[in-house]
């Protein structure tokens, strides 16, 4: 095995399931976080995410020493960058996380070192990633000056997991690298080849960071246009889950399902990035975004107009993560949806939702309540279905059939 030693550079939903990935084929692995309480979490053998089976491998690989994490970067052979790139108000998107991880890393970079970005990013920022190592190490040499020569070599590899099957994922998806120069896609290739069973395949970093913030864009456009066919099919009514069953029997269509708006860190965020460097031709993209950010809004007066045939309303609210089977709250429309009906003072608002013990601090002062899903059915007089848990689709629908149902996700047709 050629390296012995990687430090991962964020902690969070993508970069401690790699870090232990990594540990658990052999490698000493450095996990690098600036929130002390995750990095305490981690070197007592926890975590302070949830992923399914990540608990199990992160004790392992702690106990047996190949991971351990800290809040200062150390010396290592690799340094593979896992930090958020959210965006600003204006859909700008915020680099600020890979510059403060390029200059924490920089005073530990040692010649021959390799420098990975993981995290989704506009085009050009893993050129701006090697511009700032540069500014901080004038001393070496980089690869958008000397190539394959370069002293540090620098290359995208966009994560591509999703949420709930990172474990699988990490290992099977195929992974696109783009190198700043030769010499960098194949360092990356070789490191990604200790764990990934899935193909490398190598390209520009520029492709490679489109390409990814392409796999989103995609995804976010087919599910506007389900939103849009949901909208269109309320209009005419007509079924939409019937509809789009129907015409996904054509071989070659394949319509994604339609729900109360897009959540998450990623389909929501990703697309913003390519309206942001191409805003005179990005305009499907764009619109898609607009028609996802549309839905919460269009659910909402659905409600509202459900509403007002109660005198006193009772509203169940079944789900509140981004989606199904989750426990992250993190963009979701359902929680959106459910503060705005506490704020708009509709009705009495219960929110059932398996994945979490305790409401978020917002959703108690507004008033909302928790309950278990026959207990709020049961009060309730509009029963509106957000999220479509597996808990939702195994209970017992018999008492629904004297309520006014909203179901934004299909689980009761
Ligand atoms: N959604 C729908 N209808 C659908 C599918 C999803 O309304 O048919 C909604 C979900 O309810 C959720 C949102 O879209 O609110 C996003 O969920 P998701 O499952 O589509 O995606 P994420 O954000 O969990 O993960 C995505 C994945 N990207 C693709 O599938 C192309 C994942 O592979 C990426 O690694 C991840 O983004 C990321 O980190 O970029």
Known sequence: MTFKKV??????YIGLPTAAVLASRG??????????????????GDIHIVEPDLDIIVRSVVNTGN????????????FMIAVPTPFKNNHEPDLSYIEAAAKAIA????????????????????EKLAYWLKQA?????????????????VAHCPERVLPGYVLQELVSNDRVIGGLSK??????VELYKTFVRGECITTNARTAELAKLTENSFRDVNIAFANELSMICDKLKINVWELIKLANRHPRVNV?????????????????????SAPEQAKLIRQARIVNDSKPHYVISQITEAADQFKKPVIACLGL???????????????????ELATMNVGDIISVEPNIDMLPDSLQEAGVGIDKFETAIEKANIVVILVDHKEFHECDKTNLSMKVVIDTRGIFV
């Not at 430090?7 to 969070?12: D, H, K, Q």
């Not at 490698?27 to 007592?44: C, K, L, M, P």
């Not at 993560?321 to 503060?339: C, G, H, N, Q, W």
């Open 321 to 339: 993560t981004f989606k199904a089977d989750i426990d992250d709250l993190r963009e979701s429309p359902a929680l959106y949806i459910v503060k």
């Open 107 to 126: 005073p530990v970079l040692e010649k021959g070192n390799l420098v990975v970005l993981e995290s989704t990013s506009p085009v050009g920022a893993t």
């Open 256 to 276: 994604l399902n339609p729900g109360p708006g897009v959540g998450g860190h990623c389909i929501a965020v990703d697309p913003w990035f390519i309206v942001h």
């Open 183 to 188: 010499t960098c896609s194949d360092k990356a």
């Open 67 to 78: 991971l351990k994490a800290t809040t200062k970067p150390e010396s290592a052979e690799v």
């Open 7 to 12: 430090s991962v550079i964020g902690l969070g």
């Open 137 to 153: 190490r004038p001393e070496f040499s980089f690869p958008q000056d000397s190539g394959d020569h370069a002293d540090i070599n």
């Open 27 to 44: 490698i000493e692995v450095v996990g690098v976080d600036v929130n002390q309480s995750a990095v305490e979490i981690i070197n007592a």
